[in-house]
């Protein structure tokens, strides 16, 4: 059974801060995503990564794919307010078709002013 | 920018009653995923659909569950017979490529 996890779980910083959410999942999987979502809304896709040493970065966000230590992370550069949200990893099992993807349990970011 | 949209946004409906929620996935694509969302919990998977057929489903979607593509556009979940724990949010998903999934907004499912 994959098993997604992500730490932490609850993270309150700063603006200005810079912070890391961690991701591990148990079983090979070249496909990483990480999806954002706030209170009450759907998911929004950030990254889709999709080979081993894959870096993206997307405003103060930047997340790592290293699929030999089935480890991602999101990296959180001089946080400010409107990156308060619930940070989801997720991953799919190459079989193919269309794989299902297995979520983390989220990291609900509050960032204070 | 295209989007998945679903309807309706919240159903309210009594424990044992038959629920169809709706979804129309992007257009161009072929993939399509149905997951719930328990309040304050983590997504799972429900169910994907590929080529006319099921693709892959979980241990979640079991016989009260059913999937459909009626036409051209839609994309269905039913539940056959509602239990108070299937109340959550239903995300519709779809996908071109079978790897990066675009979520709709997703519809309150809550029983009673």
């Known amino acids: 059974e994959l098993k997604v996890e992500q730490n932490p779980l609850f993270l309150s910083m700063q603006e200005g801060k810079n912070y890391t959410i961690y991701c591990n999942y148990s079983t090979t999987s070249d496909r990483l995503y990480w999806y954002r979502q706030d209170p009450g809304k759907s998911l929004e896709s950030l990254f889709v990564l999709l080979s081993n040493g894959a870096v993206k970065q997307e405003g103060r966000l930047m997340a790592s794919l290293d699929t030999k230590a089935r480890l991602s992370t999101l990296h959180i550069t001089a946080a400010v307010h409107d990156l308060s949200a619930t940070y989801f990893c997720?991953?799919?099992?190459?079989?193919?078709?269309?794989?299902?993807?297995?979520f983390g349990k989220g990291t609900h970011l509050i960032i204070q002013p | 920018e295209p989007e998945v949209t679903q309807t309706p946004s919240h159903q309210v409906t009594q424990m044992g009653q038959e629920v169809i929620l709706r979804c129309v996935p992007i257009?161009?694509?072929?993939?399509f995923y149905w997951y719930r969302q328990i309040l304050g919990q983590k997504v799972e998977f429900l169910v994907s659909f590929y080529n006319n057929e099921i693709s892959e489903k979980s241990e979640i979607f079991d016989d009260q569950f059913s999937v459909e593509r009626p036409d051209g556009s839609n994309f269905t979940l039913k539940i056959r017979s509602t239990k108070l724990e299937d109340s959550a949010m239903y995300f519709c998903?779809?996908?071109?490529?079978?790897?990066?999934?675009?979520f709709g907004p997703g519809t309150r499912l809550t029983v009673t």
């Open positions: 998903a779809s996908s071109a490529n079978a790897y990066e999934q675009y």
């Open positions: 997720a991953v799919d099992i190459i079989g193919g078709g269309a794989d299902g993807l297995t």
């Open positions: 257009s161009n694509h072929l993939y």
